[in-house]
């Protein structure tokens, strides 16, 4: 699949692009059921809500499943899904590859116990010669705000922030003057299953807590363009896939 000129704007412009009904029902489904299988024995590497606010309590749910490309044929399929490609050939304007180092993870907000997720750009986990990276965002099932939808802040890639717009976790600051106005600006868009959000790295996004009874499960990974490097000697330099 490529995307349109519009579309293509459209992520310049905002730094998030939804698309909807893109990967098959059948491999979400086959996805959905091998998440689950780990989620439920709590199959390492994987981070608890503990772990995420580093409480010291015996909360042990589920946050997220870490580095699932290996764990899986049906993640490592939805990974280098081959309709994915052409899109991020046109965004990045070059060869991409697939990042293993981080957001190779399949998340989740589990009933009652999930927490929710501050203010952000995913840029703080990582460590390459440039900003320029895109995650691709999965829904398995259907997301709204009630189960903890992801929102945007339209635009946010493009901003000088400065530092002390966030908190020594790199949380963007929802009490801080300048940031009360930056985020009156947030948006959302319901998802179902099969439906697809790219976002790159420095777009302002968080998620609500789950208040529902039944959990979200989401699939995410990232991508960079072949030029963007890894710092040496960094949690980011570690083998990855060239997907083409």
Not at 4 to 17: K, P, S, V, Y
Request: charged share 30%; glycine share 2%.
């Amino acid at each position: 699949m490529k995307l349109t000129q519009e579309q293509i704007e459209q992520f310049n412009q905002n730094g998030f692009l939804v698309i909807k009904d893109f990967a098959p029902h059948d491999l979400c489904e086959k996805i959905l059921e091998k998440a689950k299988y780990h989620l439920e024995n709590k199959i390492k590497p994987i981070e608890t809500e503990s772990e995420y606010l580093e409480a010291n309590d015996e909360t042990n749910t589920v946050r997220r499943l870490r580095q699932v490309y290996q764990r899986e044929d049906v993640f490592k399929q939805w990974m280098t899904y081959k309709e994915t490609l052409p899109m991020l050939q046109q965004l990045f304007g070059e060869e991409v590859v697939l990042t293993l180092a981080h957001h190779n993870s399949i998340m989740t907000k589990m009933p009652k116990d999930s927490s929710r997720t501050s203010w952000h750009q995913d840029r703080r986990y990582w460590h390459f010669e440039n900003n320029d990276l895109i995650s691709i965002w999965l829904s398995l099932d259907d997301e709204f705000i009630e189960n903890g939808l992801l929102e945007f802040i339209p635009g946010s890639h493009k901003l000088s922030l400065d530092k002390d717009q966030f908190d020594e976790k790199s949380n963007f600051l929802d009490e801080h003057p300048k940031n009360i106005e930056i985020i009156k600006n947030r948006v959302h868009t319901n998802l179902k299953r099969g439906d697809i959000v790219l976002f790159h790295c420095k777009t302002l996004h968080h998620a609500g807590k789950n208040i529902t009874d039944k959990p979200k499960i989401s699939f995410v990974y990232t991508t960079r363009a072949s030029s963007n490097k890894p710092l040496k000697n960094t949690r980011s330099d570690v083998a990855e896939v060239v997907l083409g």
